[in-house]
């Protein structure tokens, strides 16, 4: 069975500063990885996704993520956050044969403080 | 192009009475999904359309629940009664494709509560 653990239900980090938002996935088979992020009020949108090919997966907004096959991490950073970047983000995994159905972390809340 | 959409957004109902949960996914979407999130806990699947056939239901939690499908367009998911653990935030989603690592797009959630 699939699992998805992210580290740390809520971080702070200040406007400028490296965010590192940490999952690791559990999977008998090499997985596609996703991050969503949900700002406020609003619903789930795809920031990022690792299928196949290169393991550094850039996505919208600054934000990447490596796939660490060894670590069986898929970590996603941003070099500077910015005041905007404050929501709650979501690691997901799904196998790869079959159809779409993701597994989902707890979710990490970020928070971007002056 | 519209997104998912999803109606009501918020709803306070209690407990032992209905709700109705519904979904229009983005146009041409055939495969259409439920997920649920009660609070503090992950985002979890709930059971997948393609058209208007039931794909796959096995994350509903009892049979409280009905979901459907009707011409393989909009969705509804019915709670009857509703319990409190079923408080929570209710997403629908929709994709092109149903294989794996196709993007799959969230609406913005309806947020039950049942007191």
């Known amino acids: 069975a699939q699992s998805v653990t992210q580290l740390g239900s809520h971080v702070s980090v200040s406007e400028g500063a490296l965010v590192l938002l940490r999952c690791n996935y559990s999977?008998?088979?090499?997985?596609?990885l996703f991050w969503y992020v949900q700002y406020p009020n609003q619903g789930l949108q795809l920031l990022l996704k690792?299928?196949?090919?290169?393991?550094l997966v850039k996505g919208i907004n600054g934000f990447e993520a490596e796939f660490k096959k060894s670590e069986t991490s898929f970590h996603l950073t941003k070099p500077s956050a910015h005041m905007s970047d404050a929501a709650e983000y979501f690691c997901?995994?799904?196998?790869?044969?079959?159809?779409?159905?993701?597994?989902f972390g707890a979710g990490t809340r970020l928070a971007v403080h002056p | 192009e519209a997104g998912v959409t999803q109606f009501p957004s918020h709803s306070v109902i209690e407990k032992g009475q209905t709700v109705t949960l519904r979904c229009d996914p983005i146009?041409?979407?055939?495969?259409l999904y439920w997920y649920r999130r009660v609070m503090g806990k992950e985002i979890k699947f709930l059971l997948h359309?393609?058209?208007?056939?039931?794909?796959?239901e096995s994350g509903m939690p009892n049979n409280r629940f009905l979901a459907e499908r009707t011409g393989g367009t909009y969705s509804t998911l019915k709670v009857q009664p509703a319990e409190l653990e079923d408080s929570g935030v209710y997403f629908c989603?929709?994709?092109?494709?149903?294989?794996?690592?196709?993007?799959?797009?969230f609406g913005e959630g309806s947020w039950l509560t049942v007191v």
């Open positions: 690792y299928t196949t090919g290169a393991t």
């Open positions: 146009s041409g979407h055939d495969n």
């Open positions: 997901a995994v799904s196998g790869t044969g079959g159809y779409n159905k993701l597994i």
């Open positions: 359309f393609v058209k208007e056939s039931k794909q796959d």
């Open positions: 989603a929709s994709s092109h494709r149903a294989s794996s690592g196709n993007t799959i797009y």
């Open positions: 999977s008998s088979v090499p997985p596609y």
